[in-house]
């Protein structure tokens, strides 16, 4: 399975920016702008804000 999550509000501790974030078999591989994958399933979160999305995929 992979899944990027385009336009997510990313808190760094010290600021938020909207950043891609690439999941690959449950696993947050990759953290960055503009991520591109072929064959990945792409969600639009410029309008979610969940931090439990996020731990799904972290813990």
């Known amino acids: 399975m ?5 336009n997510g509000n ?3 501790g010290n ?3 909207k950043v891609d974030l690439l999941i690959k078999d449950n696993e ?3 953290v960055g702008k503009n991520l591109h994958e072929d ?3 792409i969600v639009d979160a410029s309008k979610i804000v969940s931090e439990t999305i996020i731990e ?4």
């Open 28 to 30: 947050v591989v990759l």
């Open 10 to 12: 990313f808190n760094n």
């Open 39 to 41: 064959g990945c399933k």
């Open 15 to 17: 600021k938020v920016e």
């Open 56 to 59: 799904w995929f972290t813990n």
């Open 2 to 6: 992979c899944i990027i999550i385009k």
